[in-house]
C-alpha cells in the first residue's frame, strides 16, 4: 500500500478542488509534482520525509483528480502564478504560514513562483530537473527544441494536441514518460495506474496543454517582469537533476539558479534520469539530508 499513515481527502480553495495527501509528524514541507503525473510520484519519498515532516502532496490544478478551470485565450488559469496561489491558500488553510518546498518538473515551476511571489511564506525550496523556464526559452536551440519538442507540441493552439493525445492517451504516456528509454514497468503499478486513471478524466489532457501554452506565454510576461524588478528567490536553494537526464548535459544548472537567488544555492546531479523521486529516492533523500530543516 502507499503512503501508509498518510490522510487521502480533497479541500476547496477559493473555489479550486485540489486532491492532496498528508502525513507526518514536524515542520510542514510541501511536494509538488510533474507532468503527466499526479502525487502518487512522491510515493518512495513522502513515507521517509514524514518521519521528520509535515508532507502534504496535492495535485496541482488542472493535474490527477484537482479541479480543471476550462481553456482560455490568455491561459491564465494555468500561470504559474495562479497555480502558485493555489499552494499558498491550501498551506495557510492547513495552519501553515511558513513552509519548506521541494517540486519536480511543472510543480517545480510552480515553486520557483512562489518562492517569488510569496517569499515570506517558502522557508527553502528544492527544485528538480529544471532550470528557470525563462531560461529554457531564450536559450533555445536546435538540441532543446528536439529534446524537449514537447514543449512547443502541447504549447500548439487548442484543440490540435489535445485531439492527437486524446486519440491513445496510455500510448502518449508510455512515449512522454521515455525521455531515457523506459518500459512499463518502470513506475509503480499503483502509480502508474492512478497518471492513467486522471488523464483519462474529461478535462485533464487539456489542462495539461494549457500548463505549456502559459508557459510560452503568460508566464513568461511575469517571469520578465519579475527579472526587470529585480525579484529573485531569497531563500536557500537545492538544485538537483538526473544524471541520465538532458539538465546537465545543455546547461550549468547551479550557475544558472544563482542567477536567480538572492540567497545560497546548492546541489547536483543525481544517479536517475528525469524521474528522481522514482528512480533515485535514496539518492534524492541523501541530497536533502543537511538541506531541509527539521527544525524549521
Given at each position: 500500500?502507499?503512503?501508509?499513515?498518510?490522510?487521502?481527502?480533497?479541500?476547496?480553495?477559493?473555489?479550486?478542488?485540489?486532491?492532496?495527501?498528508?502525513?507526518?509528524?514536524?515542520?510542514?514541507?510541501?511536494?509538488?509534482?510533474?507532468?503527466?503525473?499526479?502525487?502518487?510520484?512522491?510515493?518512495?519519498?513522502?513515507?521517509?520525509?514524514?518521519?521528520?515532516?509535515?508532507?502534504?502532496?496535492?495535485?496541482?490544478?488542472?493535474?490527477?483528480?484537482?479541479?480543471?478551470?476550462?481553456?482560455?485565450?490568455?491561459?491564465?488559469?494555468?500561470?504559474?502564478?495562479?497555480?502558485?496561489?493555489?499552494?499558498?491558500?491550501?498551506?495557510?488553510?492547513?495552519?501553515?504560514?511558513?513552509?519548506?518546498?521541494m517540486?519536480?518538473?511543472?510543480?517545480?515551476r510552480?515553486?520557483h513562483?512562489?518562492?517569488?511571489?510569496?517569499?515570506?511564506?517558502?522557508?527553502?525550496?528544492?527544485?528538480?530537473?529544471?532550470?528557470?523556464?525563462?531560461?529554457?526559452?531564450?536559450?533555445?536551440?536546435?538540441?532543446?527544441?528536439?529534446?524537449?519538442?514537447?514543449?512547443?507540441?502541447?504549447a500548439?493552439?487548442?484543440?490540435?494536441?489535445?485531439?492527437?493525445?486524446?486519440?491513445?492517451?496510455?500510448?502518449?504516456?508510455?512515449?512522454?514518460?521515455?525521455?531515457?528509454?523506459?518500459?512499463?514497468?518502470?513506475?509503480?503499478?499503483?502509480?502508474?495506474?492512478?497518471?492513467?486513471?486522471?488523464?483519462?478524466?474529461?478535462?485533464?489532457?487539456?489542462?495539461?496543454?494549457?500548463?505549456?501554452?502559459?508557459?510560452?506565454?503568460?508566464?513568461?510576461?511575469?517571469?520578465?517582469?519579475?527579472?526587470?524588478?529585480?525579484?529573485?528567490?531569497?531563500?536557500?536553494?537545492?538544485?538537483?537533476?538526473?544524471?541520465r537526464?538532458?539538465?546537465?548535459?545543455?546547461?550549468?544548472?547551479?550557475?544558472?539558479?544563482?542567477?536567480?537567488?538572492?540567497?545560497?544555492?546548492?546541489?547536483?546531479?543525481?544517479?536517475?534520469?528525469?524521474y528522481?523521486?522514482?528512480?533515485?529516492?535514496?539518492?534524492?533523500?541523501?541530497?536533502?539530508?543537511?538541506?531541509?530543516?527539521?527544525?524549521?
Open positions: 500500500m502507499l503512503f501508509e499513515g498518510f490522510t487521502l481527502e480533497e479541500r476547496d480553495i477559493a473555489g479550486q478542488r485540489l486532491r492532496l495527501r498528508h502525513g507526518g509528524k514536524g515542520p510542514p514541507l510541501l511536494l509538488l509534482h510533474g507532468n503527466p503525473q499526479t502525487h502518487l510520484m512522491w510515493h518512495r519519498l513522502a513515507p521517509a520525509l514524514a518521519r521528520r515532516f509535515t508532507v502534504i502532496c496535492p495535485d496541482l490544478r488542472g493535474y490527477g483528480f484537482s479541479g480543471k478551470p476550462p481553456v482560455s485565450d490568455d491561459h491564465a488559469a494555468y500561470s504559474k502564478r495562479a497555480m502558485a496561489v493555489d499552494m499558498l491558500g491550501l498551506m495557510r488553510g492547513l495552519g501553515h504560514a511558513r513552509f519548506q518546498v517540486a519536480h518538473d511543472r510543480g517545480a510552480v515553486a513562483r512562489l518562492a517569488l511571489d510569496a517569499p515570506e511564506a517558502v522557508h527553502r525550496l528544492a527544485v528538480l530537473d529544471i532550470v528557470p523556464t525563462l531560461e529554457h526559452f531564450e536559450r533555445t536551440d536546435m538540441a532543446f527544441a528536439l529534446g524537449y519538442y514537447h514543449w512547443f507540441f502541447l500548439q493552439r487548442h484543440d490540435l494536441p489535445e485531439r492527437m493525445i486524446l486519440r491513445d492517451v496510455e500510448d502518449w504516456f508510455d512515449l512522454q514518460t521515455s525521455r531515457e528509454p523506459k518500459d512499463r514497468s518502470f513506475f509503480h503499478p499503483e502509480a502508474r495506474a492512478d497518471y492513467l486513471a486522471a488523464l483519462r478524466q474529461p478535462g485533464t489532457v487539456a489542462a495539461i496543454c494549457e500548463d505549456y501554452r502559459a508557459a510560452a506565454g503568460i508566464d513568461l510576461e511575469h517571469d520578465r517582469a519579475s527579472r526587470a524588478a529585480g525579484e529573485r528567490i531569497r531563500c536557500p536553494l537545492l538544485a538537483l537533476w538526473g544524471a537526464g538532458r539538465i546537465g548535459q545543455w546547461y550549468a544548472p547551479l550557475d544558472i539558479w544563482r542567477a536567480y537567488a538572492a540567497g545560497p544555492v546548492s546541489g547536483g546531479p543525481v544517479p536517475s534520469g528525469h528522481m523521486a522514482e528512480e533515485a529516492p535514496e539518492a534524492v533523500l541523501a541530497a536533502l539530508d543537511g538541506f531541509l530543516d527539521p527544525a524549521a
